[in-house]
């Protein structure tokens, strides 16, 4: 008796899950594999990868194209949620999990499987991330991860795969391990593991060293719609679209890099370059109109929900209640958030430097230090004696 009769794979077409076709079949008795490959906008011909898996023993090969869903359904709130991990990771990879882990669980319940698998091994957050939702969305399912049981190092795995005619990869393969979908590249391990190490410019795909930048500065106007992000100059764009179109414009002026040593879910600390052009920046001007459009308390408190918010999806509980919660707060905090925020782009950075909207809460007429003011200045003196009120009877207390 296997540990599962049926099983829909995760499929990359990396040796690594390729290796686990027959892995699975020989060492763990599982008589069906079915692989599943994601289409996240990688960016990758998925077509090969189809066909990897079927010569390898796969008895289907499925490729799901998300590309849509993903922006819309997950990348879209958690900007709207202002979600950056430890303050700076935009969560690039940690939001594909939960929607990778979803359509792991639709085509198990479609193809009648009794387990869904994946590649991960036994160190990272991802594990953590696919087995919570996958248990989150059908708790029945068994969850087989073989390469956190297997204890073979990449060498090894190698040669387990090429018993199986799984060729060793062609070129050296590259020291990094590397995760990418349109909201940007995760890039860790290799001469990387020395934090003191600068990461060499051959690892960065999506944005343009500051050295090969333009010299001119390009302005880009964006507009949100109740917090999503629907317009970039002016031109109405589709989710996917408008992300492809930022990542574009931010990648060439070398903006959207992070280099930061992050707490894992898992206890361990690792340095991680993330290249997020659009999201990043999408974040940023969202931010920047929030500040025009909400009233202070929710602006702060909702800083709050953002710090767990943004935990709860990198900790896997994309799927948990109080996630569920949360985006309820948000998505209220959202009505107003309308309008568009011109950001400069420029050797780098990414400066806002205006914005504006109907729903702007910013009045002149109060603002103003002309002649228009508006603004009661007699009414401050009382309100400061209300407010400093607790301070002077404590001071006065205090000096007896
Ligand atoms: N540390 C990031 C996260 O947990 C990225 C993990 C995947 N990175 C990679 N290079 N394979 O979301």
Redesign the pocket.
Known sequence: MGRATKVVLAYSGGVDTTVCIPYLKNEWGVEEVITLAADLGQGEELGPIKEKALKYGASESLVADATEVFVKDYAFPAIQANALYENR?P?S??LARPLIAKLLVDAADKYGADAVAHGCTGK???QVRFDVSIAALNPDLKVLAPAREWGMSREQTIEYGERFGIPAPVKKSSPY???RNLLGR????GPLEDPWTEPLEEIFVMTKAIADTPDEPEYVEITFTQGLPTAVNGKALDPVALVSELNTLAGRHGIGRIDMV?N?LVGIK?R?IYETPALLLLIHAHRDLESLTLTKDVTLYKRGIEETYSQLI?NGLWYHPLKDALDAFIIKTQEQVSGTVRVKLFKGNATIVGRQSEQSLYTPDLATYGADDQFDHKAAEGFIYVWGLPTRVWSQKLRG
Request: proline letters at 0%; a negative charge; hydrophobic letters at 25%.
């Open positions: 990771y969560l990879t940690a990272g957050n991802d391990s590397i995760d995760s890039i860790e391990a992050e894992r690792s991680e990198y």
